[in-house]
């Protein structure tokens, strides 16, 4: 329908009738079995068995809705459409298949940012086109939609530059900084407010979406790369709510159903990223750090480390008959993925049992780990959740521990003065003999010492994760 | 509160429950390649943007923006099938010897 016969409309009705309205009925069951695909689409992903046919379930579904979509009556003018499909295609498809699996987080949050773009745009272009004759529930609508896209917009810019270290990593911290972000989002919401109550004010409108852009640089600034996880999951959270606002705009449901079922997964992971590091979302977006007390580390490391090289570690796997690695951040910083493949194929061969315990929040985003174990071609029934693992520790014989600091810190279950007592841990210390491979004792993220790396039964390799697992497999090739 | 408004909201609360069952039930494993699946998925904002790009009474500015969306949440339609099929294509069962 166009913006005259709409207009006419309006004035035949004597009120304020929807600008999109009356969707042809085949375009309506497109729609509806793209929306079942869809969900069909997240149920085939429950499994690795069958995930690769969710990702053909959506595929079809979005394929078909873009395609009906395009044979609209109300879409006339394809020059700009077809224009902005070439330029999305040629720049969409390097950026998918060229990205090193370890920068796959910083390219989810550019993709958050371009997906909460999108749906910012439509919000705001809507409300130029239309804004004056909307009814206040579509405003709101555009309200929750603009505010949603916008920050998670700017916001998932400066994570994307967190994760690929053009912004510092480190917590960025001033004076008042909680009480400034709080401002900038009451002024968000205020103006916000004003683009409901006088619609078609032209000067409000830009005005509020300064302040969006603004508010999500001034909530992501402020975390640290230890954070990371929790925010790339917010955020996908909100931008999937920013495109069902835009379904309340469009008054399309499968645009509220595709933002939903983002908005919910997005919900779910940050929930269970806050769970794995005994956090809450507030103490996440507005918790400052701690200051270190690594003071003490000396009463507790004091005599007590233990180091081992190469040769011995080699020694020690090869009287092992299970042993299990325990990969974390710093693994991926050392791309030493597949090294601990290679290991995994030589343990293996010799019939020694190697699992993986993976806990929530290793690696930079929820899942990671997984992914960049999986490309160093480890089966993905070697890739135990925390839960799994942790009854199984005191049956190993050996534990490697790589890259990883306070999610095996045992301070965590034992100690409840520890800064981060309650946050679940892998038990590692049960084990029979524990490797830590680490540069130095230097702490992590939370700052704090690791008893662990006291403990009797726990033997340090100060080297790098990569370097010191090629030469464990140079020195077991030996014997 | 308008029809359309209702059924809206219905659909937002039904599909909202729906995603946080199927979601619940993916394995941790896939955690990441869930993510970018969902965003994906969200990119079906595409189809407004057409709408509005592709309407022909519409001012310069309009247009402008309109084809700003269409090109971001098509990278995101995209680029986010490919890459979560790239990172599927990985997860393997141990060859069977």
């Known amino acids: ?479 | 509160m308008s029809p359309s408004l209702e059924s809206n909201l219905f659909v937002f609360a039904l599909a909202a429950f729906l995603g946080y069952e199927v979601v619940r039930r993916v394995s941790p494993q896939l955690h990441t390649p869930l993510m970018s699946l969902t965003n994906a998925i969200s990119a079906i904002s595409v189809v407004g943007a057409i709408v509005v790009t592709g309407a022909g009474h519409s001012t310069t500015m309009v247009v402008v923006l309109g084809t700003i969306a269409v090109t971001a949440s098509m990278i995101n339609v995209v680029g986010g099938f490919l890459m979560t099929d790239r990172m599927l294509k990985m997860f393997k069962k141990r060859k069977s010897d």
């Not at chain 1, 550019?110 to 997906?115: I, P, S, V």
């Not at chain 1, 495109?243 to 997005?266: D, P, Q, R, T």
């Not at chain 1, 005994?278 to 270190?292: H, K, P, T, Y």
Request: glycine share 8%.
């Open chain 1, 1 to 479: 329908m166009n913006l005259l016969l709409s207009i006419m409309g309006v004035a035949a009705a004597g009120r304020l009738l929807p600008h999109h309205a009356a969707m042809p009925a085949d375009v309506i069951l497109i729609y509806l079995a793209a929306a079942m695909l869809f969900a069909l689409s997240l149920k085939w992903l429950s499994s690795p068995k069958t995930a690769r046919w969710g990702v053909l379930a959506g595929e079809i579904g979005m394929a078909a809705a873009i395609i009906a979509t395009l044979f609209l009556p109300e879409v006339r003018n394809y020059i700009w459409i077809l224009i902005a499909f070439g330029i999305a295609i040629m720049a969409a498809i390097p950026m998918a298949l060229l990205i090193p699996m370890t920068a796959v987080p910083q390219q989810i949050a550019l993709f958050h940012a371009f997906g909460a773009l999108a749906a910012a745009l439509v919000g705001t272009a809507e409300y130029y086109a239309h804004g004056s004759s909307m009814q206040t529930s579509t405003l709101i609508a555009i309200g929750f939609e603009s505010l949603l896209g916008y920050l998670t917009f700017t916001g998932s810019l400066v994570a994307a530059g967190k994760l690929q270290e053009i912004l510092p990593t480190q917590p960025m911290t001033y004076p008042f900084q909680n009480v400034l972000s709080i401002s900038i989002l009451a002024a968000s919401v205020i103006a916000g407010a004003m683009v409901v109550v006088v619609p078609g004010n032209v000067v409000v409108f830009p005005i509020f979406i300064a302040l969006c852009l603004l508010f999500g640089i001034m909530l992501i600034l402020p975390i640290g790369g230890g954070d990371m996880p929790t925010v790339i999951a917010l955020l996908n959270s909100y931008a999937g709510l920013s495109a069902s606002a835009m379904g309340f705009v469009l008054n399309n449901k499968l645009l509220i159903i595709g933002g939903a079922l983002e908005g919910s997964s997005g919900f779910i992971l940050s929930m269970i990223m806050c769970k794995a590091m005994n956090r809450s979302f507030i103490n996440v977006l507005f918790g400052q750090v701690q200051a270190a007390k690594a003071a003490k580390s000396d009463d507790i490391y004091g005599g007590n480390i233990k180091s081992v090289n190469a040769e011995e570690v080699a020694a020690i796997l090869d009287g092992a008959r299970r042993v299990a690695i325990v990969p974390g951040y710093g693994l991926a910083v050392a791309q030493a993925q597949h090294a601990v493949g290679q290991l995994f194929e030589l343990l293996e061969s010799r019939s020694i049992d190697v699992q993986f315990g993976i806990h929530p929040v290793a690696g930079r985003m929820p899942g990671h780990m997984n992914v960049l174990l999986a490309e160093a071609n480890i089966p993905y029934d070697h890739l135990m959740e925390m839960d799994r693992i942790n009854p199984e520790f005191e049956n190993m014989d050996v534990v490697i521990v790589n890259g990883a600091n306070d999610v095996v810190n045992p301070d965590a279950r034992d100690n409840p003065n520890s800064p981060i007592a309650g946050m679940p841990i892998l038990n590692v210390d049960k084990a029979g003999t524990v490797i830590v491979i680490k540069r130095s004792l230097s702490p992590g993220f939370a700052g704090i010492p690791n008893p662990l790396f006291a403990a009797k039964n726990c033997l340090m390799f100060f080297a790098d994760g990569k370097k010191a697992v090629l030469d464990t497999i140079a020195e077991l090739e030996k014997l």
